[in-house]
């Protein structure tokens, strides 16, 4: 991919501030170059729009902890009763 200046920020800036983008940690300024920049380098758009979606759907994984918590919590406890039951 080549590095373009676009907007005011090269293609390896906004790749350098995607996390904080899709965070929306990045000052104003910050936040509208690499927008004006995602607007005008499709590879950038479409690189950050996937990586949004990957995060995104992290988030929704990570969002449900208990139930996974659970599930493994009664698999753990039924180990450790089988081993007891097994000294």
């Not at 080549?2 to 000052?27: F, K, N, W």
């Not at 509208?32 to 929704?60: D, I, T, Y």
Request: net charge negative; hydrophobic share 35%; proline share 2%.
């Amino acid at each position: 991919m080549q590095d373009r200046l676009i907007g005011g920020v090269r293609c390896s800036e906004v790749l350098a501030h995607l996390s904080d983008y899709v965070d929306a940690d990045l000052d104003a300024a910050t936040t509208e170059r690499v927008e004006n920049h995602l607007l005008g380098c499709p590879n950038c758009e479409h690189f950050g729009k996937n990586f949004g979606s990957m995060v995104a759907s992290l988030r929704n994984e990570s969002n449900t902890p208990e139930a996974i918590q659970a599930d493994a919590i009664s698999r753990m406890l039924s180990q450790i009763y089988q081993l007891g039951a097994d000294s």
